[in-house]
T-cell receptor
Framework: EPEVTQTPSHQVTQMGQEVILRCVPISNHLYFYWYRQILGQKVEFLVS????????KSEIFDDQFSVERPDGSNFTLKIRSTKLEDSAMYFC?????????????FGPGTRLTVT | QKEVEQNSGPLSVPEGAIASLNCTYS??????FFWYRQYSGKSPELIMSIYSNGDKEDGRFTAQLNKASQYVSLLIRDSQPSDSATYLCAVGQDSGAGSYQLTFGKGTKLSVIP
């Protein structure tokens, strides 16, 4: 199984602050995704990133969210002005095989707590 | 709105028994189907993928797909206490824009009793 790391593992922030969550795939991957999971709820798609640009985003992914791959390896999710309801686990997912883009492998996640 | 439905459980089975987990989905255009295992506080772990009608076996796991009924299931044979987790059904679709987003069900919590 491909390795994906995420930092930080836990982030506590105050409402209105900006946070940056990082995803570091171990090898070069094609597709990147961010999902979130509010405690006790479903895993929800946020955004997909392919060929260094956003390919699709959900209704959740509004103007306060952004993604980029600044150095060609790290994949970041930025939340500009956090709200209490942004508290969730955020997972980065990647695909590894061009012939099977559906199989997504999840990183360990970042627990975001907004106070 | 794409929906993936699962019985939330908990589903309790004795050790060594077969656990049967079910999932239905609403979007007939769905092309790929996955089962993930999620331990409490951890990330989803991919355990099975299936794309065609019928059965697919991998060790103690068998995934079954029936696209006409929009139904996918997971059987776990010889269940072990370590199988106790929440099992997430996920359905994928090619948006045609270089995205293959997954829609997840809420998951079924499985408890294997020693």
């Amino acid at each position: 199984e491909p390795e994906v790391t995420q930092t930080p593992s836990h982030q506590v922030t105050q409402m209105g602050q900006e946070v940056i969550l990082r995803c570091v795939p171990i090898s070069n991957h094609l597709y990147f995704y961010w999902y979130r999971q509010i405690l006790g709820q479903k895993v929800e798609f946020l955004v997909s990133f392919y060929n260094n640009e956003i390919s699709e985003k959900s209704e959740i992914f509004d103007d306060q969210f952004s993604v980029e791959r600044p150095d060609g390896s790290n994949f970041t999710l930025k939340i500009r002005s956090t709200k209490l309801e942004d508290s969730a686990m955020y997972f980065c997912a990647i695909t590894v095989r061009a012939g099977d883009p559906y199989e997504q492998y999840f990183g360990p996640g970042t627990r975001l707590t907004v106070t | 709105q794409k929906e993936v439905e699962q019985n939330s459980g908990p589903l309790s089975v004795p050790e060594g028994a077969i656990a049967s987990l079910n999932c239905t989905y609403s979007d007939r255009g769905s092309q790929s189907f996955f089962w993930y295992r999620q331990y409490s506080g951890k990330s989803p772990e991919l355990i099975m993928s299936i794309y065609s009608n019928g059965d697919k076996e991998d060790g103690r796991f068998t995934a079954q797909l029936n696209k006409a009924s929009q139904y996918v299931s997971l059987l776990i044979r010889d269940s072990q206490p370590s199988d106790s987790a929440t099992y997430l059904c996920a359905v994928g679709q090619d948006s045609g824009a270089g995205s293959y987003q997954l829609t997840f069900g809420k998951g079924t919590k499985l408890s294997v009793i020693p």
